[in-house]
């Protein structure tokens, strides 16, 4: 039994993305033995390395990263070397088709997000995807308004994606891309996400500015 990405493996990737991930060597080769079976563990799928290594997955999802993958387990007789995978339900994790938000408004993208909403969400972890955020429309947007849009999910997960954000692997549609702007403008977001007309938001925007304006100028002269 042992835990890490399978060096070996060859076009399948196993690795995590995590810090500090360790790699495995083959032990049957690096000792020059046979085991009658070689538990793997760290990578949330079923695979069969040969006929006796295999990842036996998870009994639950643990990242937007294993949506699509199966949860279960291996349930083996060893004097009869042989395995079987059991599949099992798992909560559903499910990723929604990104919205596209270039030269568009906040009038626009709301009904394609409100679009996204269905039955088959309920109890659902969710993952709502907006690309090619303008940075006025980054700060427009009131995620409180958008959670309201799925009561029925059981967690929903929003990645906003910057106009002109890249990543280092292309392929991985589950990086986080979320990305904070200068205090002023995250102090601006928030006002617009949680002020809902109830205080007057000009006037505390106008009062905040100075404030940090203050606060910076301090900082620079300390």
Known sequence: MTHGSWRAAGKLDTRMGEFNE???????????LIFDYIALGH???????????????????????????????????????????????????????????????????????????????????????????????????????IDKLFPQVFHLNKQLVLDGATTNDQNSSAQELHEL???REEFSRYLAANTEGALPRAELESLGQKYLAEAETTEAEA
């Open 181 to 183: 702007g200068s205090l």
């Open 43 to 145: 990578y949330h799928r079923y695979i069969a390395i040969n006929d006796h290594t295999f990842y036996s997955g998870s009994t639950e999802r643990t990242s937007f990263n294993e949506a699509g993958y199966s949860s279960g387990y291996i349930l083996g007789d060893l004097p009869a070397r042989q395995w079987a995978y059991h599949q099992i339900s798992a909560r559903p994790m499910l990723r929604l088709a990104p919205i596209d938000c270039k030269n568009k408004t906040l009038d626009e993208i709301m009904p394609e997000i409100a679009a996204r909403v269905s039955d088959e969400l309920a109890g659902a972890m969710v993952t709502l995807e907006l690309q090619h955020l303008s940075r006025d429309l980054y700060l427009q947007l009131d995620l409180a308004a």
């Open 22 to 32: 360790q790699f495995l060597e083959d032990p049957e080769a690096r000792l020059n």
